[in-house]
């Protein structure tokens, strides 16, 4: 038996008893002492109200007025989970042991019949970077970089980090206020405002060395640091999209651009954003994404670097 169905059958002989021991469990399911007790421990982990005897009678029972509630999914909701699950394999995601243990809970959970359809979906559906000749529902092999989920639990309760990072053969250490933490092109960024150079700053986590967070004498306030970015970046570049543009725009966009809609129908569109025309690694990307947006698009203000890029683009293949 497995441990989460084993899991399963143990919490509902929990629920159907006033009073119960080790023994009795390990008698009940065939398990050793050892195996019993982190059985049990797993289950007031899962929030079971268990409450402890100590004595030579003493056992175990459910806090008064306690159930356990009943977990039912409807057969488009597993389907809807499980196929959320094989989505984001290998996408170097967070919490990989809560996200495998919560697949098997899920699977523990289901009918045979729900398990097989389970399987045929995980035959016929592909998704980008999903090994089609491994048979496993529970394959979740991605390993994302160990700091991304220190860093996901410093930034819950704090977004002002002290964070160092490896550039070339030295260690730099910056002060940031973190803006947004995001994947982008199989990469997690963290976008942030760093509090001295008063500036935003863009690195990769697989760059961190350490993140702590930032002594709060040296902070600036929230709205400081709003203002400051607003002087920093003015709209520079604004276009107007028809519907093919559109099109485009919802299969790829930075994460950064967004459209606003200038007709009910949704077929036309504005776009305005700020590139920054000193680093030319964003000038290379957005001038890439400005001709797979296509020539659906009229341009009412572009920096000149822009329009530059796009003509030795265009030169290349029209000399």
Not at 62 to 77: A, C, G, I, K
Not at 85 to 93: C, G, K, V
Not at 144 to 165: G, T
Not at 208 to 222: A, C, F, M, N, Q
Request: net charge neutral; with cysteine; glycine share 4%.
């Amino acid at each position: 038996m497995r441990k989460v169905e084993r899991i399963n059958i143990i919490m509902r002989y929990v629920n159907n008893r006033a009073h119960f021991t080790i023994s009795e469990i390990m008698r009940e399911f065939n398990i050793s002492r050892s195996t019993a007790i982190r059985d049990i421990r797993e289950i007031e982990s899962l929030g079971v109200p268990l409450v402890a005897e100590v004595g030579r009678d003493g056992g175990y029972f459910v806090m008064n007025n306690s159930v356990l509630p009943t977990v039912r999914f409807t057969d488009n909701e597993i389907k809807a989970l499980f196929i959320a699950f094989m989505a984001t394999r290998n996408q170097q995601l967070p919490y990989l042991k809560s996200r495998q243990s919560l697949a098997e809970k899920l699977l523990g959970l289901i009918s045979k019949n729900q398990q097989d359809d389970l399987v045929l979906l995980n035959q016929i559906l592909l998704f980008e970077g999903t090994n089609p000749n491994n048979p496993d529902l529970l394959d979740l092999s991605d390993l994302p970089h160990p700091m991304l989920e220190k860093l996901i639990q410093i930034l819950l309760s704090d977004s002002y980090l002290s964070v160092a990072l490896q550039e070339e053969k030295e260690i730099v250490s910056y002060p940031i206020y973190l803006l947004h933490l995001y994947r982008e092109k199989s990469l997690w960024l963290v976008e942030g405002f760093d509090l001295e150079e008063k500036k935003r700053r863009t690195f990769s986590v697989d760059n961190l060395v350490t993140v702590e967070p930032y002594p709060i004498k040296k902070r600036l306030s929230k709205k400081k640091i709003l203002e400051l970015m607003k002087q920093e970046e003015a709209v520079n570049l604004v276009l107007e999209l028809g519907p093919k543009a559109i099109a485009q725009f919802r299969k790829y966009h930075p994460l950064k651009v967004s459209i606003s809609y200038t007709n009910p129908y949704q077929t036309t569109a504005i776009l305005r954003t700020f590139i920054n025309v000193h680093k030319s690694e964003e000038l290379n990307e957005i001038t890439n994404w400005l001709f797979f947006l296509g020539g659906d698009i009229k341009i009412r203000e572009m920096p000149e670097e822009v329009l530059e890029g796009m003509r030795e683009r265009l030169s290349l293949f029209c000399p």
